[in-house]
C-alpha cells in the first residue's frame, strides 16, 4: 500500500486545514488507519486514530474536539479535518495503516502501523 498525505499549508491561528491521505495499491478499508504529527525537533506523536470495524475513533487529548477524523472507503481515502488551529499543531502529518485490527490500547503507537504516508506540513502562525 501507498499513502500520498496531501492538504497542509500555512494558515493562522484559529484557522482550518482540512488533510487527505489517499491510499493506492489496494484497498485500506479494513485496515487500522491513524494520523500522527512531528514538531521539528520533537517526537513523533499520536494524533488520531480509526476503527476499521466500527468506525470509532480515538483522538489525542491535544486534539481533542478541534480534529476530526474520517474516512471515505469508496475513495480509498483518509481525512483530518483541523479546526481552530494553535501554533503549537505546527508540524509534518504522517497517515499511517496496518493490515487487520490493533487492539484499542495500541492504537496510538506509532510501532503499531507498518506502513506510512511521506507526510504533509501543516504551519500555524500566531
Known amino acids: 500500500v501507498q499513502l500520498q498525505a496531501s492538504g497542509g499549508g500555512l494558515v493562522q491561528a484559529g484557522g482550518s486545514l482540512k488533510l487527505s491521505c489517499a491510499a493506492s495499491g489496494r484497498t485500506i478499508s479494513r485496515d487500522n488507519m491513524a494520523w500522527f504529527r512531528q514538531a521539528a525537533g520533537k517526537e513523533r506523536e499520536f494524533v488520531a486514530a480509526i476503527d476499521p470495524w466500527n468506525g470509532s475513533t480515538r483522538y489525542a487529548d491535544s486534539v481533542k474536539g478541534r480534529f476530526t477524523m474520517s474516512r471515505d472507503n469508496a475513495k480509498n481515502t483518509l481525512y483530518l479535518q483541523m479546526v481552530s488551529l494553535k501554533p503549537e499543531d505546527t508540524a509534518i502529518y504522517y497517515c499511517?495503516?496496518?493490515?487487520?485490527?490493533?487492539?484499542?490500547?495500541?492504537?496510538?503507537?506509532?510501532?503499531?502501523?507498518?506502513?506510512w504516508g511521506q507526510g504533509t506540513q501543516v504551519t500555524v502562525s500566531s
Open positions: 499511517a495503516g496496518r493490515n487487520g485490527r490493533i487492539v484499542t490500547s495500541a492504537m496510538n503507537r506509532a510501532e503499531s502501523y507498518s506502513y
